[in-house]
């Protein structure tokens, strides 16, 4: 049973089955994966059972035996597949969409269906995307407006860190999605810190912002506050739902309560600046240190409530100073 369970969990991730240390000309190689981790050259040859988790489109079509996706679904600034294309000019391989049209009729799939981000479904177009008005909404428009729930929280103090995101030391998150847009919101230790906003300040459609510059502001009776922006880029879509209903971050922080979704060509690199999940649970637990300190200060050490700080921190105890919680917390 243990073996079985092992081999499942093997065939879902698709790592590699084996590996073994090497040398540089054994990067040369083309039926090992080569990679070079302090110093050392270590060979991974790929699993034939295994899956990839992020299916490259190159591997579906099956000019590649192996290749997962790393750049989200952003073809457009994938250097693998500019390489790729590069090949297929010089006459070295087919394209993926030459592959693709090789196949029969109920085979020729949407590359969003082959690489598993919708459900099966037929290529109307012969593989020229740039004419399908499916792939222009799919990428335009429902991708943007969709947004996707985190599959793993942790909670730190009461407070959620969801899986899979990034955050930046002003208390706003970004995640990456397919197609290479970047979501954007506050996060949930902010929206409880400062209580239900009256109102938000969300950039326009087509404003480019700056990372570490302010991205937004909220409103709460007299008091304001503006949000540094997690990353740089161009706005393409607002949440519409929170200008109705505010309230709506402080119920669904990392869900419906996003603000707003941009794109960076320069993906990585402005991923680089910020916290990882890993990072950002060990920077929580910080920051509810830090609050908890300033909490004592004024209220004594039993406002805390049994190691579980209240939804509306700044409501309930207003002598914090709505001035020093955003200095301190949103750098702002």
Not at 165 to 174: D, K, R
Request: proline residues 3%; hydrophobic residues 35%; neutral net charge.
């Amino acid at each position: 049973m243990a073996k079985e369970r092992k081999e499942k969990v093997r065939d879902r991730i698709g790592y590699g089955s084996s590996y073994r240390k090497g040398a540089s000309h054994d990067l040369k190689g083309k039926e090992e994966i080569g990679a070079v981790l302090g110093g050392q050259v270590w060979m991974v040859k790929p699993d034939k059972k295994g899956q990839s988790a992020n299916p490259c489109i190159w591997m579906q079509a099956g000019v590649v035996d192996f290749k997962n996706c790393n750049n989200f679904y952003d073809c457009t600034t994938c250097k693998y597949d500019l390489g790729m294309r590069k090949k297929a000019a010089q006459g070295k391989q087919m394209t993926w969409q030459d592959a693709m049209r090789r196949r029969s009729g109920l085979e020729r799939v949407c590359r969003h269906s082959l690489t598993g981000r919708i459900a099966k479904r037929q290529c109307a177009y012969d593989y020229e995307c740039s004419h399908c008005d499916f792939d222009q909404f799919f990428e335009d428009v429902w991708t943007t407006k969709t947004r996707t729930l985190p599959t793993e929280v942790h909670r730190v103090k009461g407070f959620e860190v969801p899986m899979g995101y990034y955050f930046h030391n002003g208390h706003a998150w970004a995640r990456i999605e397919s197609g290479g847009y970047i979501r954007v919101g506050m996060d949930d230790f902010a929206l409880k810190l400062l209580g239900k906003a009256d109102g938000f300040d969300l950039p326009l459609m087509g404003k480019e912002l700056d990372q570490d510059t302010p991205g937004w502001g909220l409103q709460r009776g007299n008091n304001a506050a503006d949000v540094l922006s997690p990353v740089g880029g161009v706005i393409v879509e607002v949440n519409a739902s929170v200008r109705e209903d505010s309230g709506l971050t402080n119920r669904e922080p990392y869900g419906d309560g996003w603000l707003f979704v941009l794109r960076n060509p320069a993906l990585k690199k402005t991923m680089k600046n910020l916290m990882d999940d890993t990072t950002g649970l060990a920077w929580m637990d910080s920051e509810v240190a830090k609050l908890e300190g300033m909490i004592e200060e004024v209220a004594g050490p039993l406002a805390a409530d049994g190691g579980h700080l209240a939804n509306d921190i700044f409501g309930n105890l207003p002598d914090l100073g709505w001035g020093n919680l955003t200095r301190t917390f949103l750098k702002t």
